[in-house]
């Protein structure tokens, strides 16, 4: 399954978002942008209560609204008599409410009109979409105006502005810097009902703007410190908890993290709290300024000691050009068990990566001990379009500047749900990608797009056999 998963996220180009966070839905700005008018309406005629019940037929239920203004397309308005109240917008509507509610309308294909699901808006909201269309399009002065509606009283204007930031280039939150409040930040991580989307926003941007006596509290919380019933709460959004920490502390922060969450040799540590530490290191190397990335690969190659994690870190010391471990990862090659098989492809593909012939001598020693496993490796990367899979493929003649290759990935259970929803920032919020080298033979560099499709065709249908069986054992263990 981990290998199914590198082959998928080969293939996604993350934007630099912010690192730790992931859109819970549209954003009002990107959705009136996506549509031909909106406007602020009011509730003339709601549906009729005997369409609500279960076992109501017909139509689905619509209810009757008069615009109140128009936030775009008044001509287009004003031109099918929908201005003043001349026409009444029908909109599907699946609640039972009563009349003289605000609501925000959108619509697509005028004259006739697909009109949205009405969103219910209070009066303080009509203000606030108002001033959409007058900002920036991006960068800090964007995101000052929704930084003061973070912890809005009307959570539908906190959860946009959490949304906005979300999807905002992690320079633009950098921006920010001289504008945010570290107290109430730190306020707000400390609070045990805050999201855990939202928690790590609020320390992505304490990272920024903190100082090192912040970072003493969120030691405590990292340390499961004082916390009492709170303690699971308070440590959702793990991953950038440890980023923000060490961003506070400097290197020397990275010794904390070792102990707690990557030094698996003396003590038993949760598989959901090392991945987030991965996470943060990931964050660290590509973002941090202040942290040298050599510091970072020191914490990431801690987790080859156990083999049965070490594929969460062999595609980022690769993606850095740690060539360091070459004879570990054969060891670990050579020893691996059927408990930690999958551990061979990624070794495989290091050794490809690596410039240095001591890798094209391992990648030998490799196929000798299970051609399989590098027939494998080749497959995967052709799969995903990075290489051309043969059975004797090339280990030298690499290029010396880099091409994408994934992570691996891992499931993290200290997340919510809404990176699972992320439209494509990463649920995020997760793993960051960046520049390797594979080597494609001369000869195979034209593919055939055929082939190229079949190849597609190929890895959906083992997704979704995979998925197929995975729900099917889940289902048979919840019976049991």
Known sequence: MLAISLVFCVVIE?????????????????????????????????????????????????????????????????ASDFIAGEKLIHAIMLEATTPGGLYLVMGIEAPDFIWSNPIAIERRAVAYLKKLDQLPESGSDRLAFFQQYLEDKDDVLARDAYDEFAIAPYDDVRGLETRMDPTALLHWIETPDIPSNRRRLYATMLGICGTPADATKIEEILLGENLGENSSDLRSGLDALIACYVVLIGPTGLDLIDTLFLNRSSREIPFTETYAAVMALRFLGEESETIPRERVLESLRLLLNEPKLADLVIADLARWQDWSVIKKLTTIYADAKPENIFVREPIVNYMKACPLPEAAVALIKLREIDPEAVRRAATLAGLAGLTTATEDDPPVDLPKSPVQVADVVADDATTDSSRVLSKGSKPVADAKLSDMKVSIPENNRLKPPLIRWFSWFILVVIIAFLSRYLLQSGNSEASG
Request: hydrophobic share 45%; glycine share 4%; net charge negative.
């Open 14 to 78: 993350q934007s630099r978002a912010c690192p730790f966070c992931a859109a819970v839905s549209l954003t009002f700005a990107q959705e009136i942008n996506q549509s031909e008018v909106a406007v602020i309406a009011r509730l003339v005629e709601p549906p009729l209560p005997s369409a609500l019940g279960p076992n109501a037929e017909g139509p689905l239920p619509q209810a009757k609204f008069e615009v109140i203004d128009a936030l775009k397309g008044e001509d287009i308005l004003l």
